[in-house]
């Protein structure tokens, strides 16, 4: 089959092995993938990945013990927990340390015509919405996460550092909140949707002179972020982190105490949660795509993504 | 009159003068005061301060407006703010961006004489608590902050690293919530009074492989302390950060994304709460005292408290 497959930069396989299904798995033919910042990382080593990278998909399954999957359009949990460590059985699955992760950890991706992911892991997506509605589905959950960790009332002042991929997404999500929100961003060109959400957003420098938020949003996706999210976080706020990326940074741990911050990392969030948002209409997605691709033309879209001023980047076998 | 003074080291002054009141302000005769951990952080650099040192305190009020206050044995909580700031006017005064911190910053502490606070600072010592118990009511307040901060439930594992000061007062509070806790620390000759308490105690190396707590205590007073403190907690467990030093730390922001870690920087405490938990008898902290200096052997004092296996050296003028 067709793959995009990473081993010292990324390249395109035409002959690359379909997946062999796993007890419990479905074999699923891919229909639509996006390009995370995630993945642009793995190029730089992170997490240490080898094979078929991608997570973000809208897929139909083909082979699956459950026949009332079969032929089905679904998107899919990434984690695949072991069910049965002690992680897994306090309930937190996502966490499972002997977990693989759909093209990020010691499983093939979906930058492929077909893989494979647990049967319990796969949503079936309604029929209102679009394949590139979809698509969205893995990091619209992402961002929701936000909310199932930290309260933000309709009062709370929030800045979300970041005009990327995710950060347009968790504007979306946090503004229906009624908070008092600023995105900080580096790219007007992206800020289209936004602006038209009536979505305040800025340059950093456009920020008013020692503006401080309870809630901070680093999703720049730069090591850098993190020192600028902190300075932007009022006494007692909350830093949510949602970059990462293979390097470890300076903190002042102290002024965390002195100020009695909390950082708290942020990952993987509620798939029918975000089904339910996209089928409301009320997160908008289409403009935030910046051209599809073929698989085969797969290590130009990688480069595509990385330009600036692009927002999603798709894939489709 | 006498007191300690920071100024490249710790000398004792003899004639150094007494406090001038400021409106709103008591001035107190120190009958003890407590070496904080804090206090020695001073002398290598931390918060940049010059003056006398010393934040834990019981003394008498000698001069005030409020009649009801003189003559009364007090402690006191240790930030003045300003009562305008939008940090204040938010409730938030212990935040104050341009708070006075009682021999922290920018204002004289309580190895002295006398030394001057905010009336609206002051709490009555009720007459069943003992001094050597009152002093221990800033400290303690802060270990209490712990549980203002996150609810720690009767079922959770919890492990507080570091077995001095704080560590102790820490461990005592959180067995009340009936928690599986266990204290990593240093000093066996520290444990008496926890093993008293049927508080579970051991050496880091004496853990077992690979023990993962739901919430991780990091009061080891090191920087070092965080990446031990951070191989402890559970995916999405909390991490509270109790340490100040004057040093920036290597930290790996990627894995507290993955794992979903909540990082909470937590300081300073409730005073009325530490008074009523020392009179109910529940916290004990005579057998924490190392030793009684007289202010001016505070330089030998402070020598005594940086020693290993001493734990809370008091002052009294």
Not at 200 to 221: I, N, P, W
Not at 268 to 281: H, M
Request: aromatic content about 6%; overall charge neutral; glycine content about 10%.
């Amino acid at each position: 089959m067709q793959a995009l497959v990473i081993d010292n930069g990324v390249h395109f396989d035409s002959g690359f092995a379909r997946p062999v299904i796993k007890p419990g798995e479905a074999l699923i033919k891919t229909v639509l993938a996006g390009i995370c910042a995630t993945d642009l990382e793995l190029l730089h080593g992170y997490a240490n990945f080898q094979g078929v990278p991608g997570h973000e998909f809208v897929g139909v399954v083909e082979v699956a013990d459950n026949p009332s999957l079969i032929g089905q359009r679904v998107v899919g949990e990434i984690n695949c927990p072991c069910k049965s460590c002690a992680t897994c059985l306090r309930g937190d699955t996502n966490h499972c340390p002997n977990r693989l992760a759909l093209g990020i950890r010691h499983k093939n991706g979906v930058f492929a015509d077909y893989f494979t992911l647990p049967q319990a892991n796969l949503h079936i997506v309604p029929a209102g919405i679009s394949d590139r509605q979809a698509v969205f589905t893995e990091p619209l959950a992402a961002a929701l996460e936000i909310l199932e960790q930290v309260h933000i009332a309709p009062g709370d002042t929030v800045v979300v550092l970041g005009d990327g991929r995710l950060g347009i997404l968790i504007a979306q999500v946090l503004a229906l909140t009624g908070c008092d929100l600023v995105v900080v961003g580096r790219h007007p060109s992206k800020w289209g949707l936004l602006l038209n959400k009536s979505i305040k957003v800025c340059l950093a420098k456009d920020l008013e002179e020692g503006y401080l938020a309870k809630v901070v949003v680093e999703c720049s996706g730069s090591s850098g972020g993190f020192t600028q999210a902190r300075k932007l976080v009022q006494p007692k706020g909350y830093l949510v982190l949602k970059s990462t990326f293979n390097s470890d940074t300076l903190v002042d741990l102290s002024s965390l105490v002195v100020d009695e911050i909390s950082v708290i990392g942020s990952r993987c969030g509620p798939f029918s949660t975000a089904l339910r948002l996209l089928a409301s209409g009320n997160v908008e997605v289409e403009e935030m795509i910046g051209g599809e691709f073929h698989l085969k033309n797969g290590v130009e879209a990688f480069k595509k993504a990385k330009e600036k001023g692009v927002v999603k980047i798709l894939l489709k076998p």
